[in-house]
């Protein structure tokens, strides 16, 4: 894939996610984000056995993993949790740690993967709180 394309993929992914508060602390986020999409739209191939296109990988990824994470990491605990932190490196450090945590148990939530990750890597009262409402296998 050529610089041009993977360029506007990305500013695609921007314009698209700009209205879901989608930001960064790095440019290279954006990068990554266009990374995780290219992976499920692999791995969406690969499961259907067709070769999917980038905008139906878009959808996919959003309503199967973007949108399931947002709206465990938006919760009240968890942004406290992480309170200066952008909405897009959140869904990055949960989205890797959901991963890895489904690699032990397929049937892992987004919304427990959320709580794991505030539990281990959060701050504060929030950090307790989301101890006290993860399962005690996570």
Do not use: C
């Not at 394309?5 to 290279?28: P, V």
């Not at 990068?31 to 056995?49: A, G, T």
């Not at 869904?91 to 427990?112: C, G, I, M, Q």
């Amino acid at each position: 894939m050529s610089k041009t394309q993977t360029r506007t993929k990305i500013e695609d992914l921007q314009a698209m996610f700009a209205q879901e508060g989608i930001q960064f602390s790095r440019n290279a986020g954006w990068q990554e984000l266009e990374e995780h999409v290219e992976v499920h739209k692999y791995h969406l191939s690969q499961q259907l056995n067709v070769n999917v296109t980038w905008e139906d990988a878009v959808f996919s990824w959003y309503d199967n993993m973007l949108r399931p994470v947002k709206e465990a990491i938006t919760a009240w605990e968890f942004r406290n949790a992480f309170p200066r932190q952008p909405l897009g490196d959140l869904y990055l450090a949960v989205s890797d740690h959901w991963f890895y945590l489904k690699e032990r148990d397929p049937n892992t939530t987004a919304e427990e993967a959320a709580r794991s990750f505030a539990m281990h890597y959060g701050k504060g009262l929030a950090r307790w709180f989301s101890r006290f409402l993860a399962p005690t296998n996570r």
